[in-house]
């Protein structure tokens, strides 16, 4: 290995001297060349963008990735420039897990006919998830990540650079002060006048020739510090070009945000429309799935409550929906609804018991025997003799069918 020992002493006695002039400038005991304030403004500025980037790119990765290993995994990978490995999503793996249980218990059977619905409804949730990282990381991580590992790298290394043409610009205006005082010391004592005659003659030869050296000191000295101010002008006016370029970055980081709030959108609307769905799914055959089950029972249990099956983005915000009393079964009149054989022109609403009902969700009708809604429309609502407590009966002008109680606030 070539080692060059020359090179090195010089790189020390660079690194000692501007760490005694850093120590010289704290205690005040040296001038220091500031930059103007618009430039000041604008390498805070910088610094600013460069510590919340960072801050929201780690956590916007938490956020897609809470796993801790997961996320050091994929990092060892990206920094060894090699494929991340394609991982389950937990909503896929969930899905997994209830699927194989329903084999075992039998997909025919009520619960495990629910199991593969809510499965296949967690397959696409695990789906939506993994588009929606996807998406996010290219639109939103990679541009951020871009600007930390390149446009801030330059940034930084033009400061250092510009930080070296200062301390070096301020080393020749030491240098220049100390060699116009030793020139003007040296003058001084050219113009005094000695105390014995025969001396007066070898010491104007020696402050002549003191006076001429410092004279050639000065104008070396100011011949650098020509250089070196030329240099830090330069220098600065490059570092300015990158720092007013952080006003670009911050539109592009703008775009960049609104895209993964579009994509954020999009996720979760679907979200909202799997479990919607799944809703719909599993509200239209619980009547058949309890009747099917719990035939004979005396000590049935109870169905769950309407607010229980409600959407979960609107069960913390939306009050309990109270629910109607179901009328007894009156002997001689058929249970029609309780067959699924209803016929909205035949219903007839009771004489009392009607009540006003707004409408939270759109809801798409599955048969003919339903009434399809649309969200914050009004309607009227009332419950028949054995009928299924999480079913009413809706109308809306002439138009009649059962609704689920889970999409309707009722009104006192």
Known sequence: ??????????????????????????????????????????????????????????????????????????????????????????GELLAQYMTEAANDFGPGTPYGKTLIKVGETQRRLGAAERDFIQSASINFLTPLRNFLEGDWRTISKERRTLQNCRLDLDACKARLKKAKAAEAKAACEGDAVPDFQETRPRNYVLSASASALWSDEVEKAEHELRLTQTEFDRQAEVTRLLLEGISSTHVNHLRCLHEFVESQTNYYAQCYQYMLDLQKQLGSSKGEIFSGTFVGNAESTSPPSAAA????????????????????????????????????????????????????????????????????????????PGMDPDWLIGERGNQKGKVPVTYLELLS
């Open 1 to 90: 290995m070539d080692f060059n020992v020359k090179k090195l002493a010089s790189d020390a006695g660079v690194f000692f001297s501007r760490a005694m002039q850093f120590t010289e400038e704290k205690l005040g005991q040296a001038e220091k060349t500031e930059l103007d304030a618009h430039f000041e403004n604008l390498m805070a500025r910088a610094d600013c963008t460069k510590n919340w980037t960072e801050k929201i790119l780690r956590q916007t990765e938490v956020l897609l990735q809470p796993n801790l290993s997961a996320r050091v995994e994929e990092f060892l990978y990206e920094k060894l420039d090699r494929k991340v490995p394609s991982r389950v999503t937990n």
């Open 309 to 384: 099956s409600a959407p979960a983005g609107a069960a913390a915000s939306l009050p309990a929906v109270p629910t109607i009393p179901v009328v007894p079964t009156i002997g001689g009149v058929p249970n029609a609804v309780a067959e699924g054989v209803l016929n909205p022109n035949e219903v007839k609403p009771p004489a009392s018991g009607t009540r006003k009902a707004r409408v939270l969700y759109d809801y798409e009708a599955a048969d003919s025997t339903e009434l399809a809604l649309l969200a914050d429309e009004m309607i009227t609502v009332y419950s028949l």
